[in-house]
């Protein structure tokens, strides 16, 4: 390759990763030395107090808990949802088929806050679902609003879009032949998705999983608005130290806890892209 074309790719990508350096590996890197680097009077000393603080604190780990268990449950929730709709947009010919992709992407350009009030309008007390029951005579149901399921409820429907289009694009490398040869040869539509399908599918699920924990894991609007005021899951946990409590050192330890966490998922999406261009080059 020229010398100049070098020059000219390395121009194109160095805003975008000093952009990068700037706004994300930098506030990490400062976030992660001024909770283990700590001011002591005049002086500065190292110390992993705030880091001992939140693993010894009862309150801070059932945040945490909570948070991981909202993740684990809308991950699966996204999962379960979203396959079938894009097994459907991949092999349907029907024209529902365009209405269905329509509706599934739909939550996308809906902003968070008005979701969240809509769902507090909808299944929050006396909302439309209580209204509904009592005017046929049944009981109501008991509310999701504020309690752990109000936030699962909020980010499934606020994530399903992507995840909806990550799964289509990963079956949209299924070619439709060796669909047809299996049913030729007598298969059925479930031993046809174990033994064709989600072989193929490894790769674009652990995506869609990836994206969908970092954007749970990270969510403020959805769970402040709709989840519990006790335990609370981590965004509204660091906002609230933060500014309520002014505390900026254990509040940045919050962050870093919680970037450690997505770094694992981080590192999952990572190895799929490299073992995907991995498998393309061969």
Not at 96 to 110: K, S
Not at 158 to 168: I, Q, R, S, Y
Not at 177 to 192: F, N, Q, Y
Not at 216 to 243: C, D, H, K, Q, W
Request: aromatic share 12%; charged share 10%; with cysteine.
């Amino acid at each position: 390759m020229p010398t100049g074309r070098r020059l000219n790719g390395l121009l194109l990508v160095a805003i975008p990763v000093l952009l990068v350096g700037w706004l994300i590996i930098y506030p990490i890197f400062a976030a992660i030395i001024t909770t283990i680097w700590v001011e002591d009077g005049e002086s500065s000393k190292f110390s992993i107090a705030s880091y001992r603080f939140f693993f010894s604190d009862a309150y801070s780990l059932g945040n945490l808990t909570l948070t991981l268990w909202t993740t684990a449950v809308c991950a699966v929730l996204l999962i379960a949802c979203g396959l079938p709709i894009a097994l459907y947009l991949r092999f349907s010919r029907s024209p529902l088929a365009g209405y269905i992709q329509g509706l599934a992407i739909f939550p996308m350009f809906v902003p968070s806050v008005i979701l969240s009030y809509a769902l507090i309008r909808t299944i929050g007390p006396n909302g439309a679902v209580d209204i509904l029951l009592h005017s046929i005579g049944l009981p109501k149901l008991p509310t999701p609003y504020l309690t752990p399921w109000g936030p699962v409820i909020g980010l499934v429907w606020d994530n399903l879009p992507l995840t909806v289009l990550m799964l289509t694009a990963g079956l949209g490398g299924i070619s439709n032949s060796s669909v047809e040869a299996a049913r030729d040869v007598g298969a059925g539509p479930l031993r046809v998705f174990v033994h064709i399908i989600l072989p193929r599918m490894g790769n674009s699920l652990l995506v869609a999983s990836s994206f969908a924990v970092l954007g749970i894991f990270s969510s403020f609007t959805l769970p402040y608005v709709l989840g519990p005021a006790s335990p609370e899951m981590m965004g509204p946990f660091m906002s609230r130290t933060f500014n309520d409590l002014y505390d900026p050192l254990n509040a940045k330890t919050q962050a870093v806890i919680c970037f450690a966490f997505c770094l694992v998922f981080g590192l999952f999406y990572v190895y799929s892209i490299a073992r995907n261009q991995e498998k393309t080059s061969r």
